[in-house]
């Protein structure tokens, strides 16, 4: 079974810092994807960035930018130069069989003035 | 282009009672799913469907059903709500492609109580 394991107690961040979201993720498959989503207060999810098992570069999408371990299975989302606009929850993600995802438990950020 | 259209955004339900949520999206996306989230515990699919009249279940489905009469709409029935059922649903639709790379986009969510 894939597992997701997002384990941080809340985190509180200076804006204009980096901030690291640790996800660790458990499969037997071979083919699989990661993905990161933000939700914010307002309840919808977001889509950040998306990493593919066989990508050899760690996926960029402007701040954001995944860490990808392959062998350490770790899937860890950077966010630099935090904005207040970043406060919200994060969740990691994997895809498996027929776009089936499952979630991590999320993240908690907020950032501070 | 309005995406994925869930309603109604809130419901209160007696136990026992029967209602549908309704998932609409125009992007004609083969893929579409219903996720639960509850506090603490992140998302958990119910229920997905690949196309048209193909369906099946997912990590929670007991007490939903589904069906995929079209491209467009996914519909997900609670038979007989229990306060269990208690919760924030998100309806979400992907296209499905050979790269991997299939994005899920999700609706606003509705929130269910069940009294």
């Known amino acids: 079974a894939q597992k997701i394991t997002q384990t941080q107690p809340g985190m509180f961040v200076q804006e204009k810092e980096a901030v690291t979201l640790d996800c660790t993720y458990d499969t037997s498959d071979q083919s699989y994807g990661l993905f990161w989503y933000k939700q914010p207060s307002s309840g919808e999810m977001i889509f950040l960035i998306y990493?593919?098992?066989?990508?050899?570069q760690n996926a960029t999408e402007g701040r954001y930018s995944l860490n990808f371990q392959k062998a350490r299975k770790s899937a860890n989302l950077v966010i630099s130069a935090s904005q207040l606009g970043d406060s919200a929850m994060y969740f990691c993600?994997?895809?498996?069989?027929?776009?089936?995802?499952?979630f991590g438990k999320g993240n908690q950020v907020v950032v501070i003035p | 282009n309005a995406g994925v259209t869930q309603t109604p955004k809130f419901q209160v339900l007696k136990t026992g009672q029967s209602m549908t949520l309704q998932c609409a999206q125009d992007m004609n996306h083969e893929y579409m799913s219903w996720y639960r989230q509850d506090p603490g515990m992140g998302l958990r699919l119910i229920h997905y469907?690949?196309?048209?009249?193909?369906?099946d279940q997912g990590e929670v489905p007991n007490g939903y059903n589904v069906s995929r009469s079209t491209t467009e709409d996914f519909p997900l029935r609670l038979l007989s709500a229990a306060p269990s059922q208690t919760s924030v649903y998100f309806c979400a639709s992907s296209y499905r492609s050979a790269s991997g790379a299939n994005v899920l986009t999700f609706g606003a969510g509705s929130r269910l109580t069940v009294l």
């Open positions: 993600a994997m895809k498996h069989g027929n776009n089936r995802l499952a």
């Open positions: 990493q593919g098992s066989y990508d050899e």
């Open positions: 469907s690949v196309g048209a009249g193909i369906t």
